[in-house]
């Protein structure tokens, strides 16, 4: 099955040798739904929130340093991700791990998911929905936890792979998560295609595994 007779990105053909692709794997956030559009409505509610509670305010600080922090470490070597991430905003700010989880919890993985399916990209949504009908195999590979995500955009991949996996334990640029995501979909790297939104981390991380790999504006 040939990708260009399938979909066409922003107008512009694919530039890969889509006739090899025998599977896609995903990026999440910022290629399966508009970044910027839901942070606007999550801060929206984060500051009704605390205008309310502004005994509570020192959450906000801590929302931020762990989004800094995880940038920042993301390149570093650690023995446990899924923990460290926690724990590096934690020094930062001066709480607990267990508080920044707490914290985290909320406003990153839970208050977004009720924005999800009105900030989706329909064009991707619709080029993954084609890849099935096609018999091309899907996976998502996502630096944080994609499961209930997928579930409000309504999608189901054949393999959901997150970099805070136990079997992972790296953020990307890494592509150890990239690579398992393959080797579950059963699919050769360079007969994989990795579409994300961020050079830096999607393209470097596919460029390090030897896949190829499609950025979206």
Same mark, same amino acid.
């Given at each position: 099955?040939?990708l260009?007779?399938?979909?066409?990105?922003q107008?512009?053909?694919?530039?890969?040798?889509s006739?090899?692709?025998?599977?896609?794997?995903?990026?999440v956030?910022g290629?399966?739904?508009h970044?910027?559009?839901?942070?606007?409505?999550?801060?929206?509610?984060?500051?009704?929130?605390?205008?309310?509670?502004?005994?509570k305010?020192?959450?906000?600080?801590?929302?931020?340093d762990?989004?800094?922090?995880?940038?920042?470490?993301?390149l570093?070597?650690?023995?446990?991700?899924?923990?460290?991430?926690?724990?590096?905003a934690?020094?930062?700010?001066?709480?607990?791990?267990?508080?920044?989880?707490?914290?985290?919890?909320?406003?990153?993985?839970?208050?977004?998911?009720k924005?999800?399916?009105h900030?989706?990209r329909? *064009?991707v949504?619709? $080029?993954?929905?084609?890849?099935? =009908?096609? !018999?091309? #195999?899907?996976?998502?590979?996502?630096?944080?936890p994609a499961?209930?995500?997928?579930?409000k955009?309504g999608?189901?991949?054949?393999?959901?792979v997150?970099?805070?996996?136990?079997n992972?334990?790296?953020?990307?640029? *890494?592509?150890?998560? $990239?690579?398992?995501?393959?080797? =579950?979909? !059963?699919? #050769?790297?360079?007969?994989?295609?990795?579409?994300?939104?961020?050079?830096?981390?999607d393209?470097?991380?596919?460029?390090?595994?030897?896949?190829?790999?499609?950025?979206?504006?």
């Open positions: 099955m040939n260009l007779d399938i979909f066409v990105i107008r512009e053909e694919i530039k890969i040798d006739q090899k692709i025998k599977a896609v794997i995903f990026d956030d290629t399966l739904y970044l910027k559009k839901i942070y606007n409505m999550v801060r929206l509610e984060i500051i009704n929130y605390y205008l309310r509670n502004p005994g305010v020192g959450d906000i600080q801590i929302i931020t762990f989004m800094r922090e995880r940038e920042k470490h993301a570093d070597v650690v023995d446990d991700v899924e923990n460290a991430q926690y724990e590096w934690a020094k930062k700010t001066h709480s607990s791990p267990e508080k920044v989880r707490q914290v985290v919890d909320k406003w990153i993985f839970q208050v977004p998911l924005y999800m399916y900030c989706r329909t *064009d949504l619709e $080029l993954f929905h084609k890849l099935i =009908i096609n !018999g091309i #195999a899907t996976g998502v590979f996502s630096d944080y499961a209930a995500k997928l579930e955009l999608l189901f991949p054949q393999c959901i997150s970099a805070t996996d136990k992972v334990g790296k953020l990307k640029p *890494d592509p150890k998560g $990239l690579l398992i995501a393959a080797d =579950i979909l !059963g699919v #050769a790297v360079e007969d994989c295609l990795l579409i994300g939104d961020r050079d830096d981390r393209g470097e991380c596919a460029r390090q595994a030897g896949m190829p790999y499609l950025i979206l504006d």
